[in-house]
């Protein structure tokens, strides 16, 4: 009885986007539209060295011949990339020093989305839960990083992307751009010429983060994008598990978030990077506005035995072009990827990722769950790949979709590779519909079909939700329920 | 981008390349530098691959087509005999037309002999199959080792129509071997088999794109793939369910082996499903020999080598044993056992 009453509970909870609100706060801008000014600009704003505007600069020559690509199956007007603003802050004479300085009305713009900027605070408001220190992102600017003291002490650098470049130039300097190069890709290169803020870690050599990190990004401001780049190095037998999660206002303009995130992992290091992405999706009915979510994240298993896990819940954004991959470069390194990519009114995704197995012995894991309603299309597209040198490589890939209605898509395009005689590949994929069977059984039992089909829904992404660090996977299950309201009947 | 326009125009740098999402493993303009002239028919012995089977022949000749290009069927059980023959080094481009009549049944052993080194073959099929029709094509492409081979067949199926074909190949310096299946869905149903069996430097690719339009269709495709050496076997299997195409069942499956460290199989099977009330899957896996199988024949008193002959043979047959025809279906079989038997370890 139990869970139909929370069941229940979470119907009654149910709104349709609640992160839709604008908070009308003093910000400023760049010019509006991208030229070399635009990116000096931004440098300047930041205070960075030549180094870093150099780096820009050259990114942004190599954009310029650069063509978006086309391969994906999403459908978009082209881009206007001079009508954007490419820089958005909060007007502040300067940073905050301490959480007591953060500008009251940010702190109030946060309580609202739920996110505890104060360092007592924990998540899920129960005694004894894990705390997470969190960075906040809003618009173009980290607003505020806490329990940075804390994670001092065990040597831990967390901070923005901003305040690395200046007081940690050498690691920002040997890693930034190692894993997603300048030129990786269109939206990867417009990134490395224009990112304004993001987060940094560092974890040094044989220590355990002890608390949960985590990204709150937020969009704000109106024809601006977001390009955050985030930078995490697990040097040698540390761990750390990050959380990201990200909103936007409803508005009837499409706005971009091209991010940029890479992680490196050196020898028996291992990394867990979950996101519960929720942009704001468009207009379930005509699919104006929304956020275009073009993402390039990969994590480069650099050391013998480094391990890389993947989580995503993908429920927000118009349109997402993200591929999550990892480089199994070290010796036995381990890849995983667990997804679940919900779409509904008329949103498109095309997301999944890539285990390139370049070292002997690497092993990686593939579990992805589509589920598609209302007018939507999503793809699963990921790519297998071995080569020569890559002796004994394993792969398991299990994609499945579900399909909620008459009207949506769901595709399914792996790409295997395998370029030596010991790889190991197994790839399987099924697309169904929900079981009127189950559906009949549920209902019999006295829920109403909105009800049943979360249920089942819950049940089929429930291999991926467990891989979700606790409160993560109860804001996940909501989101799940959420998304796809008014999907059925 | 095209071979056929390539060829038209003389022109190399209208072949497909690598960057053309549905060529990115077999890249053809940065093998061909240039665009072979044509040549004339040349005789070739009565014949081919499927002699054994009586049936009415028809050759299309370093390009050319003597007499009509269309194979009609007529009767409940019409067999013809296709042959591609490539005697020069020259481009050749040829059209054939296939009709299966209403209610009629046709075995059409379709064979790709392309001997001659530097051999540009590309041959477009148009193949309808009326309803009530049944066609099983059996292709064998037994190509040699430094032609290039391009065939594209298009199959229009009518309501309760049977297709079934199975594409065998050993591959070649560059093919490929892609049929395109308009499915009315309407109860008619589609089986896509295919093998490919490569040794040296060897290349093969089998697409497949089967587009379910209606209700009620059924596809099935098993294909399988053994390389050695450096060879490179490519498959790509597409099934598309179209808006309303309900109750559509789709399976999928390629599995291949590979046999050496410097082989290498690439595969995209991919499903778009554009309606709901269907049940489509695949299944791909890719990997060596079971070493356990291995040692248990090992461990009966059968050699080594033998054993993994026999795993592989037996791997392989399970395409072969579901050709219909029987005596296609032991031509393919001889043929499977020469092919494996040529390559190293076997």
Redesign the interface.
Known sequence: MAAVSKTVEQVGELESYKHGFVSDIEQEFAPKGLSADTVRFISAKKGEPDWMLQWRLEAYERWLVLEQPD?ARVEFPPIDYQNSYYYAAPSTKEGPKSLDEVDPELLAIYAKLGIPLKEQEVLAGVEGAPRYAVDAVFDSVSVVTTFKKELAAVGVIFCSMSEAIREHPELVRKYLGSVVPVSDNFFACLNSAVFSDGSFVYIPPGVRCPMELSTYFRINAAESGQFERTLIIADKGAYCSYLEGCTAPMRDENQLHAAVVELVILDDAEIKYSTVQNWYPGDPVTGKGGIYNFVTKRADCRGDRAKVSWTQVETGSAITWKYPSCVLRGESSVGEFYSIAITNGRQQADTGTKMIHLGANTRSRIISKGISAGRSSNTYRGLVSAH?KA?GARNFTQCD?L???????????????????????????????LSEDQLFYVMQRGLSQEEAVQLLVNGFVKEVLQELPMEFAVEAQKLVAISLEGSVG | MSLATAIKLGDPTQLPSRRD?DWRWTDLRGLIRQIPPSAEWAEVGEGGPFAAIEAEEFVVSNGHIEGWNAVVSEGPADIARLRVVATEASSNPATVFVTVRAGTSLLLLETYEALADGALTNVALEVEVQAGGRLERVVLAADGPDSVTVSTAKVALGEGAIFAQTVLTSGARRQRLETQVAHPGAFASVRMDGAYLLADKRHADITTVVTHQGVDGTTEQLVKGVVNDQARGVFQGRIVVA??ADRTDARMGHH?L???????????????????????????????LDEEAIFYARQRGIPEAEARAMLTLAFVEEVIDRIGHDGAREIARAWAHRQLGASDGL
């Open positions: 391969w020569p002796k979709s399909l909620i209605g008459k009207d949506c898509g769901a595709h399914t395009v792996p790409y295997i590779e395998a370029r030596n005689g010991s790889a190991k590949f197994e790839h399987e994929a099924t697309t169904t519909r | 999402e808006h309303g291949a590979i046999l050496s460290d410097k082989a290498e199989v690439d595969a995209k099977p991919e499903l778009l499903i554009n309606a709901d009330d269907v049940a489509c899957a695949h299944g791909n896996t890719v990997g060596a």
